[in-house]
C-alpha cells in the first residue's frame, strides 16, 4: 500500500492547527506555575550569552569563577549563546520571556518542518503528531528547553526536505550553511546529521553520483575548514570510536524508550518495516540513517565505544527520527478499507472508513498516554521569586566592588546568571569538596571571617542569619562583606 499525496484542505490546515497547539502546550505548560529556567544548561547559556554582551566580544572572561577565557575554541556553543544574546540585544526581550516562551515556538517551527518534510509522501500530519510527543528531561534535555540541541533539532528535517527534493546549486549551498550554523552552535548536532546523511549519499552514488557528491561537498567541507580551531577536539572525539570508554552511561536507550512511550515505538516500527516493504531511495535514505544512528548509540551504550556527548544527544535525534518513521506507520492504518458489499449503508461506510476509525482511536490512546506523562515529568526549581527578587536587586545596586559571591551552590548557576558576578562555587552536575565548605559556611552563621577573606568574597546571600557582625545586611538575606583584602 503506497500513500500517496494529499490535496491541502482546509481540514489539513486545522489539523496542523491542532498539531502546532499541542507542541506548544505540551511545551510551554512547564512554565505554567514557574517562569524561570528548568535546567542547569538554560541557566548556564543565559550567564555566557549575558558575558558576550557584556565583553561586547566572542572572547570572554568565564562568567562563573573568572579564573580563564573562553573562546570560540572552547567555547564550541558560541553561536548559540551569540545568537540569543544578538536577539536579546536588539529585541529588548527579556532573558525571563525568551526562556519561557521560545523553547515552544522553537519547537512548533520544528513540528512545522516535519510536517512539510513529510506531507509530500502524504503522512505529515502523522509524522508532525508524533513529533509532538517527543519528550524532554533532565539527563537528555529535549524540545521544552532553550538549549543548542532543541535547536539543532529543527534542522534535521529540514535538511532531509531540502536534500530529498532539490538537486541544485542552491540547495547543496542551504546545505552547507546549515552545517556550518550547527558547527558554530552546537557540534555535536552537525556530528550527527552528518552520520543521518551517510547512508543516503551511498544509495545515490550510482545513479545519481553528482547528488551525492553535491550533498556530500556541502556537509563536509565546513568541517574541514572548522578543523582550524576544532582539530583537536575533533582527534579527541575520533579517538573514543577506538579506544574502550568504561564509565556507564546514566540515560540507558530501554529507559529512553519507556519515556518516548510503546506505542509510538510501536508505530515507529511498523513505518520502518512499510517503509522498507514499499519504499523509495528517499525512505531508504530515512530509514538506512535512522539505523546507523541507532547503531552508534548501541555500540557505545553496550560495547562503551564512541563518543558520550554524541550518545547523550543523539538519544533526542533518534526520537525525531522515529516520529517521523511512527507517522508512515499511522498512516498505513488510516489508509486501510475493509471491502464491503453490504447494502446497510452505516455498515458500508464503517467498512470504507476503517482506517480512518481505527487510526482515530490510536490517537486519542497515544494522547491519553503521552501528555499526562509529559505533564508529570519532574524538572529542577533553582530558585524560587524571592531568590530572583534578591539577585536583580544585587545586579541593579552593587557595583563591580562587590564581585564575588557565596550562597547555596545549587542557586549560584541562577544567581551568576542573572547578575554577572563570580561565585565562589556551584553545582552543576556533581557536588564536590567546594559545594560542601559553602553549606558549613552557611549553616555555621556565616562566622569564619577569614574563609571570606582568603576566597576574595564579597558578598553573602542566604536563607539562614549570618552571625558575624564584619557582614552588614543591606536587603533581607544579602550581606556585604567590605574588608579592603577581600575585594
Given amino acids: 500500500m503506497i500513500l500517496d499525496q494529499r490535496h491541502f484542505t482546509r481540514l489539513d490546515m486545522l489539523k496542523i492547527l491542532i498539531v502546532l497547539g499541542l507542541a506548544f502546550y505540551i511545551t510551554s505548560n512547564l512554565h505554567l506555575d514557574y517562569p524561570y529556567p528548568l ?37 564550541l556553543e558560541t553561536g548559540f549563546h551569540l545568537y540569543w544574546g544578538i536577539s536579546h540585544l536588539v529585541t529588548d526581550i527579556s532573558w525571563l520571556e525568551i526562556f519561557m516562551y521560545f523553547p515552544s515556538i522553537i519547537f512548533m517551527i520544528t513540528v512545522l518542518i516535519v510536517y512539510v518534510f513529510a506531507e509530500r509522501e502524504g503522512f505529515g500530519f502523522e509524522a508532525a503528531l508524533f513529533t509532538c510527543l517527543i519528550p524532554t528531561t533532565v539527563g537528555i534535555l529535549g524540545p521544552a528547553l532553550l538549549v543548542p540541541l532543541s535547536m539543532g533539532l529543527l534542522f534535521i528535517p529540514l535538511s532531509l526536505y531540502v536534500a530529498f527534493n532539490f538537486q541544485t546549486l542552491s540547495s547543496y549551498f542551504i546545505l552547507c550553511i546549515i552545517t556550518i550554523f550547527l558547527l558554530i552552535m552546537h557540534p555535536p548536532s552537525a556530528a550527527i546529521t552528518l552520520t543521518v546523511f551517510v547512508p543516503y549519499i551511498l544509495l545515490n552514488i ?7 557528491l553535491g550533498i556530500t561537498l556541502a556537509l563536509v567541507t565546513p ?3 572548522s578543523f582550524a580551531w576544532m582539530f583537536d577536539r575533533f582527534i579527541h572525539e575520533v579517538g573514543t ?8 552511561t546514566y540515560v540507558s536507550i530501554p529507559s529512553i524508550i519507556q519515556t518516548y512511550g510503546y506505542l509510538p515505538i510501536a508505530f515507529g516500527l511498523l513505518g520502518t518495516v512499510f517503509m522498507l516493504i514499499k519504499g523509495d531511495k528517499n525512505k531508504y535514505g530515512l530509514i538506512f540513517g535512522l539505523l546507523t544512528l541507532l547503531a552508534l548509540l548501541v555500540v557505545f551504550s553496550r560495547l562503551h565505544y564512541g563518543s558520550s556527548i554524541l550518545y547523550q544527544r543523539g538519544l533526542m535525534y533518534l526520537m525525531l527520527m522515529l516520529a517521523i518513521t511512527a507517522g508512515y506507520g499511522l498512516a498505513w492504518v488510516r489508509a486501510i478499507s475493509i471491502p464491503s458489499k453490504s447494502t ?11 482506517g480512518n476509525l481505527m487510526c482515530l482511536v490510536l490517537i486519542c490512546m497515544v494522547l491519553a498516554i503521552g501528555i499526562p506523562s509529559r505533564q508529570q515529568t519532574l524538572y529542577n526549581q533553582f530558585i524560587d521569586n524571592e531568590d530572583y527578587q534578591a539577585f536583580t536587586w544585587i545586579s541593579d545596586h552593587l557595583d563591580e566592588r562587590y564581585s564575588k559571591a557565596i550562597l ?15 561565585v565562589y562555587t556551584r553545582i552543576h552536575e556533581q557536588v564536590k569538596t567546594s559545594d560542601s565548605e559553602a553549606y558549613d559556611f552557611l549553616q555555621g ?9 582568603e576566597n576574595g568574597i564579597s558578598i553573602v546571600y542566604g536563607e539562614c542569619d549570618c552571625d558575624n557582625p564584619e557582614l552588614i ?4 538575606g544579602v550581606y556585604l562583606f567590605t574588608d579592603t583584602e577581600a575585594k
Avoid: M, Y
Avoid at 541557566?43 to 566572542?58: D, G, K, M
Avoid at 550510482?206 to 551525492?212: D, I, M, T
Avoid at 570510536?241 to 556507564?248: G, I
Avoid at 552563621?445 to 577573606?453: A, E, K, N, Q, Y
Fill in 39 to 75: 535546567h542547569g544548561d538554560e541557566w548556564v547559556h543565559w550567564a555566557q550569552s549575558e558575558a558576550i554582551l557584556q565583553a561586547n566580544s566572542t572572547t570572554f572572561s568565564e562568567p562563573f569563577f573568572g579564573e580563564s577565557n573562553l573562546s570560540p575554541a572552547s567555547n
Fill in 206 to 212: 550510482r545513479n545519481n553520483f553528482k547528488h551525492s
Fill in 223 to 225: 568541517f574541514l575548514v
Fill in 241 to 248: 570510536f577506538f579506544t574502550f570508554q568504561p564509565h556507564d
Fill in 344 to 354: 446497510n449503508k452505516t455498515i458500508f461506510v464503517l467498512a470504507h472508513n476503517a
Fill in 408 to 422: 547555596d551552590p545549587w542557586k549560584a548557576t541562577a544567581f551568576t546568571a542573572i547578575t554577572q558576578k563570580n
Fill in 445 to 453: 552563621g556565616c562566622i569564619d571571617t577569614s574563609f571570606l577573606r
Fill in 473 to 476: 545586611e543591606v536587603r533581607n
